[in-house]
């Protein structure tokens, strides 16, 4: 059964302190893994796309890696603004494609 | 305005009323999704659609159908609502030659 795993379920710290989320997948065929932000009462946002192992993306405080089994969401120096709810999707591939979602990290950020 | 809008965006209902919610889109995607997001366990696929001829269903598809009127499109209906049934429901939709889902505002139902 394809299942995608987040921890820690709820991440707190301060301003500037730089920490990094895990999404570990198994999955019958992966064919990229995705990252989303989630604010309260909002639809998910999509922040990120990796399709192979070593690949990297950033985008302004965040950068998002990628190995054969887990994906990490590092934070660098976070603000209060980055507080948000963020969900992890496997892509499968072969007879059905579709995203299969951890249930997310909820990140609070202290100023 | 927005790329993908629903209606309504809350709604209070009883037990065993029928409910449609609505999706439109103006991306131009052929494909469309519903999902649901209960808390703690995360968002689960409901039906999916890769165009108006073309509909499947998802791993919780049980007590809802759905409706592909035309490309920007896609409804989702509780024939007959249950408290089980409250939840956030998201619809998402994904080009062709990409893997990107792009999701709507979402729909808050609460059936009483």
């Known amino acids: 059964e394809d299942q995608v795993t987040q921890s820690p379920e709820a991440l707190r710290l301060q301003e500037g302190e730089s920490s990094s989320l895990n999404c570990s997948y198994t999955?019958?065929?992966?064919?990229?893994l995705f990252w989303y932000r989630q604010d309260p009462g909002k639809g998910p946002e999509f922040l990120f796309t990796l399709y192979s192992a070593g690949e990297e993306k950033e985008k302004e405080r965040l950068k998002a890696t990628l190995t054969k089994k887990e994906s990490f969401l590092h934070i660098t120096a976070p603000k209060p603004e980055d507080s948000a709810t963020y969900l992890c999707a496997a892509f499968t591939q072969g007879g059905s494609e579709k995203l299969v979602f951890g249930k997310g990290t909820k990140l609070t950020v202290n100023p | 305005d927005a790329d993908v809008t629903q209606t309504p965006r809350n709604r209070i209902t009883k037990t065993g009323k029928r409910i449609m919610l609505e999706c439109s889109q103006t991306?131009?995607?052929?494909?469309m999704y519903w999902y649901r997001q209960d808390p703690g366990l995360g968002l689960r696929l409901i039906y999916y659609s890769f165009d108006v001829k073309d509909i499947n269903k998802g791993e919780i598809s049980d007590g809802y159908s759905v409706s592909r009127q035309a490309q920007a499109k896609f409804s989702l209906s509780l024939e007959s609502a249950i408290p089980n049934q409250t939840a956030l429901y998201f619809c998402a939709t994904q080009g062709t030659s990409t893997d990107t889902q792009y999701f709507g505002p979402g729909t808050r139902l609460t059936v009483l």
């Open positions: 991306k131009g995607h052929d494909r």
């Open positions: 999955v019958s065929g992966l064919r990229g």
